[in-house]
């Protein structure tokens, strides 16, 4: 399926009917935007629970954020 939409100047974009039947989405929902490797943007509907989870995890994986981690750990 493809749609095409338009950007304003405020970076905003109506996401079309199609789109959000697919997707499920309503008002409220949250989206995830993934850059791919060719230069693709993918698209998901993230579910409560996911995000519950993405949160908690993201608070745990600061442990190991300095400097100095990552001129440590660049060449892995």
């Not at 974009?13 to 697919?22: C, D, F, K, V, Y």
């Not at 949250?30 to 943007?41: S, V």
Request: glycine share 6%; net charge negative.
């Amino acid at each position: 399926m493809s749609c095409i939409g338009r950007i304003s100047a405020k970076g905003e974009t109506a996401i079309p009917l199609e789109i959000r039947t697919a997707l499920a989405v309503q008002p409220g929902d949250l989206l995830e935007w993934e850059i791919t490797g060719d230069g693709r943007a993918e698209v998901r509907r993230i579910l409560p629970a996911d995000d519950y989870y993405l949160r908690a995890l993201s608070d745990t994986l600061n442990e190991w954020a300095s400097d100095e981690d990552e001129l440590a750990y660049r060449e892995l």
